[in-house]
T-cell receptor
Framework: GAVVSQHPSRVICKSGTSVKIECRSL??????MFWYRQFPKQSLMLMAT?????????EQGVEKDKFLINHASLTLSTLTVTSAHPEDSSFYIC?????????????FGSGTRLTVV | QKEVEQNSGPLSVPEGAIASLNCTYS??????FFWYRQYSGKSPELIMS????GDKEDGRFTAQLNKASQYVSLLIRDSQPSDSATYLC??????????FGAGTTVTVRA
């Protein structure tokens, strides 16, 4: 089945620094990837939709200058949390859709636990 | 009104019992419905998808969809301790992104 690889799985950074998270589709091409954030005991909240070769589409309330998304190829999307603050500490998860599997083809990466100290 | 709502839980069931999870959605035009299981600290994994009214069975899991009532449910038969997790209902309202419910945490007592 479709596999999405996400790295790093866990990162601790100092307040004010930037952190990059990578999401790769390993055995399929993904023109669209999705970035979610999940706070403890809450559901997944879609942050943005990453589109290969074009600008990402951000959900309402998500700062595009703070959460930079780059989707430079059909297999790689990156999320950079810039000038991170403790309130950005969360579980970030990417998802990609394998078009070949139709509407059921949403696969999630393993997630990145970000802690800002 | 939230796009996707789930019974809040938590739900505790004895081993071997049936766990029943419910979900309602607001977008009547939605066509695809999913149940994901998420273990603590892990990302969601797809356990069931359903697109047509009626029941769909896969092993111990049965998904039920009623589009007229905008309702989708998941039954877990013969619940096992390994089924203890949070179950997320997801709806595909516009064919390219998913909307998730808040999740229902299930605990299966041995």
């Amino acid at each position: 089945g479709a596999v999405v690889s996400q790295h790093p799985s866990r990162v601790i950074c100092k307040s004010g620094t930037s952190v990059k998270i990578e999401c790769r589709s390993l055995d399929f091409q993904a023109t669209t990837m999705f970035w979610y954030r999940q706070f403890p005991k809450q559901s997944l909240m879609l942050m943005a939709t990453s589109n290969e070769g074009s600008k990402a589409t951000y959900e309402q309330g998500v700062e595009k200058d703070k959460f930079l998304i780059n989707h430079a190829s059909l297999t790689l999307s990156t999320l950079t949390v810039t000038s991170a603050h403790p309130e950005d500490s969360s579980f970030y998860i990417c998802s990609a859709r394998d078009q070949g599997q139709g509407v059921s083809g949403y696969t999630f990466g393993s997630g990145t636990r970000l802690t800002v100290v | 009104q939230k796009e996707v709502e789930q019974n809040s839980g938590p739900l505790s069931v004895p081993e071997g019992a049936i766990a029943s999870l419910n979900c309602t959605y607001s977008d009547r035009g939605s066509q695809s419905f999913f149940w994901y299981r998420q273990y603590s600290g892990k990302s969601p994994e797809l356990i069931m998808s359903i697109y047509s009214n009626g029941d769909k069975e896969d092993g111990r899991f049965t998904a039920q969809l009623n589009k007229a009532s905008q309702y989708v449910s998941l039954l877990i038969r013969d619940s096992q301790p390994s089924d203890s997790a949070t179950y997320l209902c997801a709806v595909n309202p516009n064919d390219y992104k998913l909307s998730f419910g808040a999740g229902t945490t299930v605990t299966v007592r041995a």
